[in-house]
């Protein structure tokens, strides 16, 4: 088994930024992509960004890249999430997410294990 547990979410006004951190425990060494998704009020919940748990290799849904940025500290294991730029459309509860099947996994339902989510508001 593998636990996740995310924090640094909240609210910022747009145009701020904010990092989330993902703690990963148990298990580690099975995890092989970690993601982070995310669900907007009323919505489905959609894929953010991954990185592979050993590598340098990562993957942003396109209509994020350039303002989000994933990274991982694996002495500490810990994913991120750095935010810029924030816009009132970002607005979701964000899920860290681990993968044990491979890298290049981009849905939701190829990951095996979930956090239990962080609120992000971002105010116009």
């Known amino acids: 088994q593998v636990q996740l547990v995310e924090s640094g979410g909240g609210s910022v006004q747009a145009g701020g930024s904010l990092r989330l951190s993902c703690a990963a425990s148990?298990?580690?060494?099975?995890?092989?992509?970690m993601g982070w998704f995310r669900q907007p009020p009323g919505k489905e919940r959609e894929f953010v960004a991954a990185?592979?748990?050993?590598?340098?290799?990562?993957y942003y849904a396109n209509s994020l890249k350039g303002r989000f940025t994933i990274s991982r500290d694996n002495a500490k294991n810990v994913v991120y999430l750095q935010m810029n730029s924030l816009k009132p459309e970002d607005t979701a509860v964000y899920y860290c997410a681990a993968a044990t099947s491979g890298w290049g996994r981009w849905q939701a339902s190829e990951y095996d294990y979930w956090g239990q989510g962080t609120q992000v508001t971002v105010s116009s």
């Open positions: 148990g298990r580690t060494f099975t995890m092989s992509t």
């Open positions: 990185i592979k748990w050993s590598g340098s290799s990562t």
